[in-house]
Nanobody, 115 residues
Framework: QVQLMESGGGLVQAGGSLTLSCVAS????????MGWYRQPPGKQRELVAV???????NYADSVKGRFTISRGNAKNAVSLQMNSLKPEDTAVYYC?????????WGQGTQVTVSS
């Protein structure tokens, strides 16, 4: 069993930056992939970025060149650095971890970008 906790969300002006952090606890040795998803108001949850245990990354086209996903110093942590934020980035951001064949999710952290 794995529990995820996100932090770092908040209100930021367009063009600004935020860094989201996620820490996993529990059976973290079973995690193979970690990533970030987001759910804008009125839309379904969508992939933002993922990173594998080997360091391979994948980004949504809408955030390439602006967002960077990375593993923290601890193996059970992942961060998302968000630069040049746009109002359309406003969403609840969720941390995800794949454990064997199941996904675990955090409770989400709100990111609001004002114009």
């Amino acid at each position: 069993q794995v529990q995820l906790m996100e932090s770092g969300g908040g209100l930021v002006q367009a063009g600004g930056s935020l860094t989201l952090s996620c820490v996993a606890s529990g059976s973290t040795a079973m995690i193979s992939v970690m990533g970030w998803y987001r759910q804008p108001p009125g839309k379904q949850r969508e992939l933002v970025a993922v990173i594998t245990i080997g360091g391979m990354t994948n980004y949504a086209d809408s955030v390439k060149g602006r967002f960077t996903i990375s593993r923290g110093n601890a193996k059970n942590a992942v961060s998302l650095q968000m630069n040049s934020l746009k109002p359309e980035d406003t969403a609840v951001y969720y941390c995800n971890a794949r454990i064997r064949v199941k996904d675990s999710w955090g409770q989400g952290t709100q990111v609001t970008v004002s114009s």
